[in-house]
């Protein structure tokens, strides 16, 4: 009858490339959180009750793919999200405000499409998880100490120093550097500032 | 941090909306049932699209339209080992809470907060405790000057709905993420700008 609308969302062919990527996740970090007496794996269904209303059965698929920062944040700017102080006009919910609000300060902000698929492309000598490589593009490490608590067991896997450092340079050479969260006391000096000199100004 | 979900599902949608065109009154109806609500795969966010409309049927003794539909939502449900990074929201003497913004139930426990630490009485808060992390000849406080705090998925429960609760409880989670910050680069990132390994030999 009606297939999926191309303006709500992301349209077929864009982005849908990196999902075939990172849903099929073969590491050890998989997606499984639904207890496994729900699953029936021979039809790759679940039914189960929501909580919300317990008396419906909705029947689902539950990891039709998993998204990276940037496809949400991309998702919501489709949409018309922005940051403007008058938020009523485009059609995004509160939550969906908060969820961009908190995606604006990673550094999903500065990425694009192509950023994220050049990396995991580039990422195939590394031997990494599909997890780790997610985490990589959500975090963006700068450092060897931020990349550890990503990298799982990295001296079984044999990823050695080296490996480590070709990482890093990796990310710093394909991933932009992530936005500068202003501390909130610097915020107030700026607009004191701010205020003094157009003080002057309109005495003069 | 958030994976796309598919899901079928019967949808009335109320006679108030027929007007509406049939989409827009299907994803009307959509959100209000599933946005900002936790199911057992997570917590809804957004509604990525419709795939099929089926039925349009009107029940006996009903004025509204229901319909069977298809459709993708962005679910928040981040993996067990991710790396996310939150801020502080409070403590107390069982551990921290981080919040997401949107999300505001992440805990720290105590037992995964970097030892040796010690938990002593805010002095700008009196209801709050306030943990800090010695280590070596320096201690580090966790409190609302970090700005941000980097926490790996550990856990994620979904608490079943509460029958009875006290009085002053705290408001029922239905999804709790459990976090730890006892591992290189974990916590405020404040504690790692200006920091160099300790031995080559860890690799």
Same mark, same amino acid.
């Given at each position: 009858m009606r297939g999926a609308l191309p303006n709500w969302g992301l349209t077929k062919g864009k982005g849908n490339w990196f999902h075939a990527l990172v849903s099929s996740l073969a590491s050890r970090h998989d997606q499984n959180y639904i207890p496994t007496n729900f699953l029936d794996h021979h039809k790759n269904r679940t039914y189960l009750f929501s909580p919300i209303t317990s008396d419906k059965t909705v029947r689902m698929k539950a990891?039709?793919?998993?998204? *990276?920062?940037?496809?949400?944040?991309?998702? $919501? =700017?489709?949409?018309?999200?922005? =940051?403007?102080?008058?938020?009523?006009?485009?059609?995004? *919910?509160?939550?969906?405000?908060?969820?961009?609000?908190? $995606?604006?300060? *990673?550094?999903?902000?500065?990425? *694009? $499409?192509?950023?994220?698929? =050049?990396?995991?492309?580039?990422?195939?000598?590394? /031997?990494?998880? /599909?997890?780790?490589?997610?985490?990589?593009?959500?975090?963006?490490?700068?450092?060897?100490?931020? $990349?550890?608590?990503?990298?799982?067991?990295?001296?079984?896997?044999?990823?050695?120093?080296?490996?480590?450092?070709?990482?890093? /340079?990796?990310?710093?050479?394909?991933?932009?550097?992530?936005?500068?969260?202003?501390?909130?006391?610097?915020?107030?000096?700026?607009?004191?500032?701010?205020?003094?000199?157009?003080?002057t100004a309109v005495l003069r | 941090m958030f994976c796309l979900s598919e899901l079928e599902d019967t949808v009335r949608v109320p006679p108030s909306d027929l007007n509406l065109p049939l989409e827009v009154a299907i994803k009307k109806a959509l959100q209000k049932l599933f946005l900002d609500k936790v199911l057992s795969i997570g917590l809804c966010v957004s509604i990525y699209g419709i795939k099929s409309i089926e039925g349009g049927f009107v029940l006996p003794g009903d004025g509204a339209a229901t319909y069977k539909v298809v459709f993708r939502i962005v679910v928040f449900r981040p993996f067990v080992g991710e790396v996310i990074a939150a801020k502080f929201k409070e403590s107390d003497s069982n551990g921290l809470r981080l919040t997401l913004g949107f999300f505001e139930d992440v805990y720290v426990p105590a037992p995964l907060i970097p030892t040796?630490?010690?938990?002593?009485?805010?002095?700008?808060?009196?209801?709050?405790?306030?943990?800090?992390?010695?280590? %070596?000849?320096?201690?580090?406080?966790?409190?609302?000057?970090?700005?941000?705090?980097?926490?790996?998925?550990?856990?994620?429960?979904?608490?079943?709905?509460?029958?009875?609760?006290?009085?002053?409880?705290?408001?029922?989670?239905?999804?709790?993420?459990? %976090?730890?910050?006892?591992?290189? %680069?974990?916590?405020p990132v404040s504690w790692w700008e200006a920091c160099a390994p300790i031995s080559d030999a860890e690799d």
């Open positions: 990891n039709a793919g998993t998204l *990276t920062n940037f496809e949400v944040l991309d998702l $919501l =700017n489709s949409r018309g999200a922005s =940051n403007d102080t008058t938020r009523v006009i485009a059609p995004i *919910t509160t939550l969906e405000y908060k969820v961009y609000d908190y $995606l604006m300060e *990673t550094p999903a902000c500065t990425q *694009t $499409l192509e950023i994220i698929t =050049n990396f995991s492309d580039q990422c195939e000598d590394f /031997k990494l998880a /599909k997890a780790e490589i997610l985490n990589i593009i959500n975090i963006r490490p700068s450092s060897t100490v931020n $990349l550890a608590s990503i990298l799982e067991e990295p001296s079984e896997r044999g990823i050695d120093k080296k490996a480590k450092e070709g990482i890093l /340079k990796l990310v710093e050479a394909l991933l932009p550097s992530p936005p500068i969260v202003e501390a909130r006391g610097e915020n107030e000096e700026e607009e004191t500032e701010e205020g003094e000199q157009l003080a | 040796p630490n010690r938990c002593e009485p805010d002095p700008y808060n009196r209801n709050q405790m306030r943990w800090v992390w010695k280590y %070596g000849d320096d201690e580090f406080i966790i409190d609302d000057s970090c700005q941000q705090i980097k926490f790996r998925v550990e856990n994620i429960s979904y608490p079943p709905v509460p029958t009875e609760r006290a009085e002053d409880a705290k408001p029922f989670a239905p999804m709790v993420v459990t %976090g730890t910050i006892d591992d290189d %680069g974990l916590g």
